[in-house]
């Protein structure tokens, strides 16, 4: 029986490398990762692995419509933080995000063995908050949405929203602020919004995401044209999560501040603008999806790691 094969873009990033990894070895199935650098470190080590390695930039629609050629599936996925923090204003970053959005299902649709595409989105924060909030990693990953649903390739998608990543707790504003006064340790969490806040669901998404992905090619007949949510339906607040953040890590004395937004902008620059415009979104709408009807991996046959589960596996260490 010929193999299929699976297109994966970002495939040296969290959520590329986590659909190479659930598809790796399976049967009937061979990988072409998508890089813009082959020769990187990331890449030379999926090609020791027997994996096909490939250029393509996502703002060149030209190769990635040769990077695509043969393709059974293609997971899609975009990156508005780079760009933002390196370059643009978060309306320029968003305008890209859409431009490479849009070259992405231009050219998958010139694919005629292409059965399934994935493309990695987020909830439509203005259809969540009424048009009160608005969220430019988010909205314009939104905007491709529309795109893909307006033309044919509609039935061939599958909208895929990934949860908030637990790994993000590694990451700069998420971690712990330590300060040592009179010989007495103490860990701060800073956050522009109530501890109270609900965070929909969180995804390990180096494990999970790869594993929803292979579950949602696998059952076409009830992704094909769907929304599809990677999240853990074990909600918590960000207060409860930091939290267990500090217990797993035995900080002994840790607490949560609320700050204003422009004192956690003058923290943490253009990261404190975007992370605190998404984090007041969710405070005032909690795990709302705007409307839209969405597919939970329990429906697929997936159960997503935990919180607790997840934060067993971690090395907190470096904070103490």
Excluded at 185 to 206: F, M, Q
Excluded at 264 to 270: A, D, I, P, V
Excluded at 279 to 298: A, R, T
Aim: net charge neutral; glycine share 10%; charged share 20%.
């Amino acid at each position: 029986m010929a193999q299929k094969l699976i297109v994966i873009l970002g495939a040296t990033g969290g959520q590329g490398g986590s659909v190479i990894n659930a598809f790796l070895g399976q049967e009937g199935w061979k990988i072409r990762a998508v890089t813009r650098d082959p020769n990187s470190a990331r890449a030379k080590k999926l090609q020791q692995q027997g994996i096909e390695v490939v250029k393509a930039d996502i703002s060149d629609k030209n190769s990635l419509i040769a990077a695509f050629q043969n393709a059974t599936a293609i997971f899609a996925v975009t990156d508005f933080w780079v760009p933002y923090l390196t370059y643009l204003s978060a309306a320029e970053a968003q305008d890209l995000e859409y431009t490479q959005g849009r070259n992405i299902a231009d050219a998958a649709s010139t694919i005629s063995t292409l059965e399934h595409l994935i493309w990695s989105t987020l909830p439509s924060a203005d259809a969540i908050s009424g048009g009160t909030l608005l969220v430019p990693h988010f909205d314009g990953k939104v905007l491709v949405d529309k795109y893909i649903q307006a033309s044919p390739l509609k039935d061939k998608t599958t909208f895929y929203w990934v949860g908030f990543y637990t790994g993000n707790l590694h990451w700069g504003p998420l971690q712990p602020a330590k300060f040592v006064q009179d010989g007495k340790t103490t860990y701060t969490h800073i956050l522009p919004v109530s501890p109270d806040t609900l965070i929909p669901g969180l995804v390990d998404h180096s494990a999970d995401v790869g594993r929803v992905a292979s579950a949602i090619i696998s059952q076409p007949q009830k992704t094909l044209g769907k929304y599809v949510w990677a999240t853990n339906t074990d909600n918590h607040t960000i207060g409860e999560i930091f939290a267990e953040v500090a217990k797993s890590a035995g900080m002994k004395d840790a607490k949560y501040l609320q700050v204003t937004d422009q004192s956690f902008e003058n923290l943490y620059g253009k990261v404190g603008v975007e992370l605190g415009v998404m984090f007041k979104l969710w405070e005032k709408y909690g795990g709302s999806s705007g409307g839209q009807e969405v597919i939970l991996p329990g429906e697929l046959g997936i159960k997503l790691k935990s919180l607790k589960e997840y934060l067993k596996e971690q090395d907190f260490s470096v904070y103490l």
